[in-house]
């Protein structure tokens, strides 16, 4: 048959690539666990954060804080050194939220969203790294 040419696979860079450069330290992720504090009632929330922080520098000072509707935690003097991922944990209590909509499986029912925000800031820089 006259058809028995050679496959070239595709190789190389086939999408758009861009290079993100930080100073002092970098959220890497956020993975927050939501349990209602009562199965009676949906109205209080314990939030339980963890935050992976890689540094950029061989040594960085600074507080890791999260917040959501209104209740925040912070904790100051996290240390960063050698290079070395470390991971943060936070916790909050929710009292009471103002529209506590549960987030269903797909195909189940609506899966509404809760605003979370996570910082991270530098002792010696006044700029924020923030995830949301």
């Not at 609506?110 to 949301?132: G, M």
């Amino acid at each position: 048959a006259w058809d028995w040419g050679p496959c070239f696979l595709t190789q190389g860079v086939w999408q758009s690539a861009t290079i993100h450069a930080f100073s002092d330290a970098v959220i890497q992720y956020v993975a927050p666990q939501i349990v209602p504090t009562s199965s009676d009632s949906l109205a209080s929330w314990n939030v339980d954060v963890d935050v992976w922080l890689l540094p950029a520098s061989v040594e960085v000072v600074g507080s890791v804080s999260a917040s959501v509707y209104g209740t925040s935690t912070k904790i100051d003097d996290v240390q960063l050194s050698g290079l070395t991922p470390i991971t943060v944990h936070l916790h909050l209590s929710i009292e009471s939220l103002p529209a506590s909509e549960l987030w269903w499986p797909r195909g189940y029912g609506e899966q509404p969203l809760h605003p979370l925000t996570v910082s991270f800031v530098p002792s010696t820089n006044s700029s924020a790294i923030q995830q949301e």
